[in-house]
C-alpha cells in the first residue's frame, strides 16, 4: 500500500534500517528506544514494545491510529507511544519520530542541564537550542505532557534522567537529529572538560539564527 509518505513496504524497511544504525551508534542498549513514522493522516507505523532494534524484522511493526489504539500487527505497540502522538498531533510537519537514549546527551539530561550553550557553529543553525523537559515517568501521559510546551519551537528535546526525543521530515531527518545532538554533546563535554570554553557571542549567534530560519524555510 502507497501513503503520501512513501509505501508501507519501504517505511517497515526505514524503521528496520534506522533502529539498525541508532542500536550500532550505541544509542538503543536492550530494548530500549523506538521509532515511527506517519503513513498516512489516520495511521502511525511504529515499532513495538521489548525489542531488540538490532533483530527487529519489518513484519514485526505495529500500526496505530492517532490516539494509540492498534489497527494491525501481532506484537504491542512500544509503551512510549504517546510520546509519539503528542509530536504528531501538535506538529503536522513531522513525519518520524525518533526516541534513543544517547549516552552523552543522556547524561546531560541526567545532569539537569539542555544543550543550549552556543559553543558549535553547526549545531545552533541545525538544532538551535536542545531544551530539557522536565522529569516524568516513562511510559505515563505524564510524559507526553511534559514536552508539550517544547514541541512547537524545538525539533529536538532532551528528557531529562531518561533520554532524547528527535522528529523530522522523514526517518532520515529525525535520524540525523539524533546523531548531531550526541555529536554536540560530545563536543561541549568535550569543552567543558578542557575548562576554557568560548561560547559564541550575541552577533555571531544572531548570524547564525537568521542562517537557521533560512534554512528551515528552504526545507519545509
Ligand atoms: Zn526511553
Redesign the pocket.
Known sequence: MTSGYGSEVELRRGLVRFGRGLSRLGFMPGT??NLSVRLDEERILATPTGRSKALLRSDEMVVVDPEGRQLAGSLRVTS?IGMHLAIYRMRPDAIAVI?S?PPIATGFACSGRPLDEPLCSEAVMTLGVVPLAPYAT?GTDDLAASLEPLIPEHSAILLAN??AVTFGGDLLDAYLKMETVEHFAHICLVAHQLGSRRPLEGRAVDQLREARERYLANVH
Open positions: 530500549s528506544g512510549e526516541h537514549h516513562t531518561h533520554g
